[in-house]
């Protein structure tokens, strides 16, 4: 948009604007899963911080602050911008087991609070949803993955850029669990699995390991034969996210919930990914629009007769 000539609140606002729809959307996936568990399910429900909550959420935040560095920078943009986002994922990862314990601004409502630090309406933190603090962390440290990856110097060294990636993330993983033996004097409650600056950072140098395995896997590997499973899937993770929800936790799952072994657990995973590929490629490969044209138009031409007598 910048190299068309938008300007800083055009950008923003775009981002935010699409921020408010996903988050739209997740309130309206909890009403949808409160209306379809109807008479089991309590009014708390509705307000459940969940997974496209804090996506939508991130990503005005994001909008944010593409907006204030572009409309404070005129040079040097990406690595400003990148800076910045790499800033605010340290900043949001640093003060989470703060805000989950010591600081928690129990001065709001807890349908606000949840947002924060996933209190939900049970008078503690609960590690199963999805508050901004710490899992907004994770989209700024890809805003600022993306902004290295887009950059010329990795455009013109592309290969090498993206081999060196899967190291960085090693060393990040490294650094952190040296780190994390010195961690516990910073905070007064110490929570590593949930809340922990280092487990944040081992998961960031995971999901580098792995993007250079993508990287790998679309240039030499089976990524050649012109399908890949994952990319298709990306391309309607919103639609397989909101279907695949209902028959794997809701109401139409497939396996009775904690109450299967491994192997069966396994075979439940191969049929839900079978299908949600099937819903994918159904979604993509039918023209869904000039369709419903064609059936909206030979309806009119049968109902033409019967008005015409």
Same mark, same amino acid.
């Given at each position: 948009?910048?190299?068309?000539?938008?300007?800083?609140?055009?950008?923003?606002?775009?981002?935010?604007?699409?921020?408010?729809?996903?988050?739209?959307?997740?309130?309206?996936?909890?009403?949808?899963?409160?209306?379809?568990?109807?008479?089991?399910?309590?009014?708390?429900?509705?307000?459940?911080?969940?997974? &496209?909550?804090?996506?939508?959420?991130?990503?005005?935040?994001?909008?944010?602050? /593409?907006?204030?560095?572009?409309? &404070?920078?005129?040079?040097?943009?990406?690595?400003?911008?990148?800076?910045?986002?790499?800033?605010?994922?340290?900043?949001?990862?640093?003060?989470?087991?703060?805000?989950?314990?010591?600081?928690?601004?129990?001065?709001?409502?807890?349908? &606000?609070?949840?947002?924060?630090?996933?209190?939900?309406?049970?008078? +503690?933190?609960?590690?199963?949803?999805?508050?901004?603090?710490?899992?907004?962390?994770? +989209?700024?440290?890809?805003?600022?993955?993306? /902004?290295?990856?887009?950059?010329?110097?990795?455009?013109?060294?592309?290969?090498?850029?993206?081999?060196?990636?899967?190291?960085?993330?090693?060393?990040?993983?490294?650094?952190?669990?040296?780190?994390?033996?010195?961690?516990?004097?910073?905070?007064?409650?110490?929570?590593?699995?949930?809340?922990?600056?280092?487990?944040?950072?081992?998961?960031?140098?995971?999901?580098?390991?792995?993007?250079?395995?993508?990287?790998?896997? /679309?240039?030499?590997?089976?990524?050649?034969?012109?399908?890949?499973?994952?990319?298709?899937?990306?391309?309607?993770?919103?639609?397989?996210?909101?279907?695949?929800?209902?028959?794997?936790?809701?109401?139409?799952?497939?396996?009775?919930?904690?109450?299967?072994?491994?192997?069966?657990?396994?075979?439940?995973?191969?049929?839900?990914?079978?299908?949600?590929?099937? &819903?994918?490629?159904?979604?993509?490969?039918?023209?869904?629009?000039?369709?419903?044209?064609?059936?909206?138009?030979?309806?009119?031409?049968?109902?033409?007769?019967?008005?015409?007598?």
């Amino acid at each position: 948009m910048r190299r068309n000539g938008a300007v800083a609140s055009q950008i923003g606002w775009k981002l935010i604007r699409r921020g408010i729809e996903i988050l739209a959307l997740g309130l309206l996936f909890r009403l949808q899963e409160y209306v379809i568990a109807w008479g089991w399910a309590p009014w708390s429900d509705l307000f459940r911080v969940d997974v &496209l909550n804090v996506i939508g959420v991130s990503i005005m935040l994001m909008g944010a602050l /593409c907006w204030a560095v572009l409309a &404070l920078s005129r040079e040097q943009v990406r690595i400003k911008l990148g800076l910045g986002a790499s800033g605010v994922a340290v900043l949001i990862s640093g003060v989470t087991p703060l805000l989950w314990t010591v600081w928690r601004p129990t001065f709001l409502p807890w349908q &606000l609070e949840s947002y924060v630090d996933g209190v939900h309406n049970l008078g +503690a933190p609960q590690a199963w949803l999805f508050p901004i603090f710490p899992w907004a962390a994770f +989209a700024f440290a890809g805003l600022a993955t993306g /902004c290295v990856l887009v950059s010329d110097v990795v455009r013109r060294w592309e290969r090498a850029a993206y081999l060196l990636i899967a190291p960085a993330g090693l060393i990040l993983i490294a650094t952190a669990l040296w780190m994390d033996a010195r961690a516990k004097s910073f905070y007064p409650v110490y929570d590593f699995w949930h809340t922990s600056p280092n487990f944040f950072l081992i998961r960031v140098g995971l999901l580098l390991v792995i993007l250079t395995l993508s990287y790998a896997w /679309c240039r030499w590997g089976l990524g050649q034969i012109g399908f890949s499973p994952l990319i298709q899937l990306g391309q309607t993770s919103l639609l397989v996210y909101w279907v695949h929800i209902e028959f794997v936790y809701g109401r139409f799952t497939i396996l009775p919930h904690q109450g299967v072994g491994i192997g069966t657990a396994s075979a439940g995973l191969a049929v839900i990914l079978v299908a949600m590929l099937i &819903l994918s490629l159904l979604r993509t490969r039918i023209d869904w629009a000039g369709l419903f044209g064609r059936a909206t138009d030979w309806f009119a031409a049968v109902r033409r007769p019967f008005l015409a007598g």
